[in-house]
């Protein structure tokens, strides 16, 4: 079963400006994922935020977590064409390292 | 280098035909997981191992059977395809040596199904 929920579905921009992705889960979690997906492809890890983080920056990426709110965010700043792609976030929990998925965040990112 | 191997990337079953789909890995990752795809949505994990401790999720139907018969291999058996299974699955990896959490995903570029 899905984690929980992401937003916005979908979202358009215009190139260099900057992207916000949100997810909220429902249970206790050892980390928080987000990858990338291009159309038809496999997913792409992005990044890894452990439960006991509240802010991780890869490059143009910056990963808030909130365990209180059970949320996070995903920032992409100064956006590109090339990012257009669906966003994902997704939950390790449990002892075993099992992996859920969030709904996902489609983002076309306009020239 | 792919690190993931699915195959085939593309499968025409017909309805209630057994069929196959088969994933390998480079990485001799601990976990293996089973993901489904369907248009637009998000991967939905059917199951995984932990090395050969096979871990099934709730809602998977008895229709999707899996079998690792070593670390760098595993396989999606769907013993009656319906229309409904047609999606994208999607193999990932992860775990290596002995960090079983906190690590990274790698995923195949996926087996897209048609139930015909």
């Known amino acids: 079963s899905q984690q929980g929920e992401e937003d916005p579905q979908a979202l358009s921009i215009q190139e260099g400006e900057n992207a916000t992705m949100n997810c909220s889960y429902k249970t206790s979690i050892n980390n928080l994922q987000w990858y990338r997906q291009n159309s038809g492809r496999g997913l792409v890890h992005l990044i890894l935020i452990r439960s006991n983080e509240r802010e991780k920056h890869s490059g143009r990426l910056r990963v808030t977590l909130d365990t209180s709110k059970k949320s996070s965010s995903l920032l992409i700043t100064a956006s590109r064409a090339a990012d257009t792609a669906s966003y994902f976030c997704a939950t390790e929990g449990g002892s075993q390292g099992n992996l859920i998925f969030g709904k996902g965040t489609k983002l076309s990112v306009k020239p | 280098d792919a690190m993931v191997i699915q195959n085939p990337r593309y499968q025409v079953t017909q309805f209630g035909k057994p069929v196959t789909l088969s994933c390998s890995q480079t990485l001799n990752h601990n976990v293996m997981y089973w993901y489904q795809q369907k248009s637009s949505q998000a991967p939905k994990l059917l199951f995984h191992y932990y090395d050969k401790d096979f871990n099934n999720e709730a809602d998977t139907p008895d229709n999707f059977q899996s079998r690792r018969p070593n670390t760098s291999f595993c396989f999606l058996d769907i013993r009656s395809p319906g229309l409904g299974d047609a999606a994208m699955y999607l193999c990932?990896?992860?775990?290596?040596?002995?960090?079983?959490?906190?690590?990274?995903?790698?995923f195949g570029q996926g087996t897209r199904l048609t139930v015909v």
């Open positions: 990932a990896t992860s775990a290596p040596g002995q960090a079983i959490l906190n690590t990274e995903a790698f």
